[in-house]
């Protein structure tokens, strides 16, 4: 069954360091989204991206952001400068389509440390 | 403010029904009903979705009410695997707003 995967599972930074997160959606689909979840809260979206450009960002997804498909398969998010509040799971998504009865297939997720 | 009101936790007994309540009573015309679930952080699982009609899928049932302001999602025969925070969400567009879900244990 085809599945999204995400490296690293576990990333451990300092503040103020860039860190990129990878992700490689499924292959046959068009729309890839990040969430985060803090620990203990909810799973709250970032970006939605479609055809090499952002379709929708949460007010979280701020300047420090970006996203990019640098190649045909993977999806990255990039923070550029960590702040300890952006400790959190982070987790890519993907769809085949936009409307609002595409099933989102999320995967494992990566778990960021700020110290 | 929450579109959807799920009790906090619920128990249930492994080979048992497992019945999850969803309030949703301001859904608009347009919003479907959706069901994922998280199993112990791991990333957010679909488990199902409706508009109006009820919909029986290989994991699951969701009776949706004729007036559409409330929602249950079925787990005919719950296994231990099952123990996850199931989110009832509603929406009409592509993101997805999860709120704090039910924390559902299901005991051998």
Known sequence: EPEVTQTPSHQVTQMGQEVILRCVPISNHL?????????GQKVEFLVSFYNNEISEKSEIFDDQFSVERPDGSNFTLKIRSTKLEDSAMYFCASSEGLAV?????????????VL | DAKTTQPTSMDCAEGRAANLPCNHSTISGNEY????????????QYIIHGLKNNETNEMA????????????????????????????????????????????????
């Open chain 2, 61 to 108: 049932s969701l009776i949706i009410t004729e007036d559409r302001k409330s929602s249950t999602l079925i787990l005919p025969h719950a296994t231990l695997r099952d123990t996850a925070v199931y989110y009832c969400i509603v929406n009409s567009d592509y993101k997805l707003s999860f709120g704090a879900g039910t924390t559902v244990t299901v005991r051998a």
């Open chain 2, 33 to 44: 009903v959706y069901w994922y679930r998280q199993i112990h952080s791991q990333g957010p």
């Open chain 1, 101 to 113: 009865y595409n099933e989102q297939f999320f995967g494992p997720g990566t778990r960021l440390t």
């Open chain 1, 31 to 39: 729309y890839f989204y990040w969430y985060r979840q803090i620990l």
